[in-house]
């Protein structure tokens, strides 16, 4: 209504001042009209950016070492929610983006795990597999990925829908972190082929490459960043684990003989070499600059309507798995990330404009340290070694009814052969499947579709139940001890590098903090789930809420100066 008020006023005084053909004045009063009109008080642009894994005490672990500019900066002057974790299982990357970015959980959103046994087509899927699409930039595989599998609508779809003059581009190593933060309709979508060492896109999107990212790849950026051997970026002092380089905890990679610096894989073949990369942390340097070409090839931030553009940041995870978080490796990651987002922050001051954009930070997830690890240390964990624990469930399914039950056992999901679905003896089965598994000592809780359904009050289950569709997961779902892992077989690599996926702290609890415009400094230690940080930016960005949604806004950040 004041808004009206206010156009009224306006266009009485225009009238006025053109009555007396200041037309200077005029004009200048004309665009503070449609200023005001085009979306209020919203930033030019909002940068979403998740760092793949990253741990909740990464932030305070390697605060010591980092720039003023970098991960600082979003902590010493942007609004630090300190208490902010997963609300379901499981905690991998695909749900991760997926809820982040939709601001509900994969009961709803569908993504219920990275890869999963799909039903109606009879195998085994990735979340962004899309057969009806091609790569664009590419003849591989890589290529052929879209959005389809997402149920909801992310906070880019519905900028985009409610102001069609928005510009979204979502950028990753990992195709479905890029996809999946850009929604269904963006502006372009662009992840890293294992196959080119370049960033690609599908037919989904378009059907040629933008020109900026040809003028991107003219210079061969890829040699220059992949042709750097990774050593310590600071004095060893630096480094908490400087003593522990060659760790029995750590996974060999590229060929090497010891898990130690330094990382040289320029002498690999190229297409050894495209696969090594997404380890070093010279792919979020190329990532970095590839999401800098995107805004400046696309305008972002340009003009009176808010532009998105997500980031995230794979390599941390990559990395993170092969190394786990307590190692030397992740703390040199972690120093150089912070320079890429000096760098990318900088950027933004001179492209953007100071207190002209707004970023937020969070992650698809955190991580266990190596369970060897914990154990070695006194500390509950361990591994649920799959193969044998599958073939002894269904040799007991056959001692009981004469027949192997079991389809396939996925993602901790059970699921039962097609014809006993819908059968007289199905409930039976599934019964006699959850005494079985619930015997397993790895094994914390098993629930049945039927219990997930039924709209829990326990803990555990709520957050199986917030993870489970009932197209997508299987009849049972079960649930490890606290530092347990899910491995195949018992070798001696099942013993190194680690995971994520579980309902507990070390997966749930990550960074969450927002920095730019209107955003005051504070800390904010009230619980908050992942699924709010999309219902926050539903008020910076003043859209209507995703259709899915749940989450509720976290007022604390819209504190202004009294
Ligand atoms: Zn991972």
Known sequence: ?????????????????????????????????????????TPKLVVGIVVDQMCYDYLYRFYPQFGKDGFKRLMDKGAHFRNVNYNYVPTYTGPGHASVYTGTMPANHGIIANDWYHRPYGKEVNCVDDTTVNG???????????PHFLRANTITDQLKLTYPGAKVVGVSIKDRSAILPAGHMPDGAYWYDYSSGKFITSTWYKNELPQWVNQFYTSNPFDRYAGQVWNLLKDSSAYAYAKQDNSPYEVLIGGKSAPTFPYDFTKLQPTQQ????????????????????????EGLGKDGVTDFLTISYSTPDIAGHAFGPYSLEIEDMYFRLDQDLENLFKQLDAKVGKGQYVVFLTADHAVVPVPQFLTDHHLPGGYLFLDSREQELRAQSIAEFQVDVIDRIDNDNV???????????EDQLIAFLQKRISEWPEVKAVFTKDQLNASPNDTWCKMVAAGYDKERNGELIFLLQPGYLPKSTDNEAAHKGTSHGSAFNYDTHVPVLFYGKGILPQEVFTPYEIVDIAATMVHVLNIQRPNAMVGKPMVELFKRKK
């Open 1 to 41: 209504m004041t808004k009206f008020v206010i156009s009224w006023l306006h266009s009485v005084v225009l009238l006025k001042i053109v009555h007396m053909k200041n037309w200077l004045i005029a004009v200048a009063l004309l665009l503070t009209l449609f200023t005001v009109n085009a979306q209020k008080e």
């Open 136 to 146: 664009v930039g590419t003849t591989s595989v890589d290529g052929m990925c879209s």
């Open 274 to 297: 495209y696969n090594t990369f997404t380890v070093l942390p010279f792919a979020n340097t190329y990532l970095t600059d590839f999401a800098l070409a995107a805004m400046e090839g």
């Open 415 to 425: 699921y039962l052969k097609k014809e006993y679905l819908g059968s007289p003896i």
